[in-house]
């Protein structure tokens, strides 16, 4: 009996990308918050705060999928 992949690699790529399209737009999400709403001090092109609001979204859909998986595996 052949046993399969827990993740094939079109899986993998497809978690891949769907990870990285969600992290952008909640960074964005919270991009357009912190600089139109919560920061009137702050340039609209700041790169500082863009690249802090990438990484909240990142680490805000990291939680969910690793949750997601850690559910999954119960």
């Not at 891949?16 to 009137?40: A, R, T």
């Not at 702050?42 to 859909?61: E, H, P």
């Amino acid at each position: 009996m052949k046993v399969g992949l827990e993740f094939s690699p079109i899986m993998v790529l497809v978690l891949l990308l769907s990870f990285l399209g969600i992290s952008f737009f909640v960074g964005m999400l919270i991009h357009s918050s912190f600089m139109y709403e919560d920061k009137q001090n702050l340039k609209r092109d700041s790169k500082k705060a863009w690249v802090l609001s990438m990484t909240v979204g990142v680490g805000i859909v990291g939680r969910m999928f690793l949750y997601g998986y850690y559910v999954n595996s119960l």
